[in-house]
């Protein structure tokens, strides 16, 4: 059973960063998508960056050059270092995976190509 957890949420002033953490269990899939996305109160769930079995990275344009997804080496943790955070950061963020053999879909659907999610951590940033 594939479980995904999340940490390492919180809130923080604009201009600071957080490094959001989710431990993956019972996913062992050689190629895969994994990625972070979240949902601000009354907004659509977005993408935010996604990683692919591969290493390959995408981002949203709203996180280009602020945010940075990686994996650690076994591949059972996903991080998403989130560096200058403005108050429109803040949402509810999730890790998610996809089912064995998907590969990213294009960071704004790629809701659409995962199967697995964690619950969800909160990121507050004020201003």
């Known amino acids: 059973q594939v479980q995904l957890v999340e940490s390492g949420g919180g809130s923080v002033q604009a201009g600071g960063s957080l490094r959001l953490s989710c431990a993956a269990s019972?996913?062992?899939?050689?190629?895969?998508?994994m990625g972070w996305f979240r949902q601000a109160p009354g907004k659509e769930r977005e993408g935010v960056a996604v990683i692919d079995s591969d290493g390959r990275t995408r981002y949203a344009d709203s996180v280009k050059g602020r945010f940075t997804i990686s994996q650690d080496n076994a591949k059972n943790n996903l991080y998403l270092q989130m560096n200058s955070l403005k108050p429109e950061d803040t949402a509810m963020y999730y890790c998610?995976?996809?089912?064995?053999?998907?590969?990213?879909?294009?960071?704004?659907?790629?809701?659409?190509?995962?199967?697995?999610w964690g619950k969800g951590t909160l990121v507050t940033v004020s201003s």
């Open positions: 998610a995976a996809s089912p064995s053999g998907s590969r990213c879909l294009p960071v704004p659907y790629a809701k659409i190509g995962m199967g697995y």
């Open positions: 019972g996913y062992t899939y050689s190629t895969y998508c």
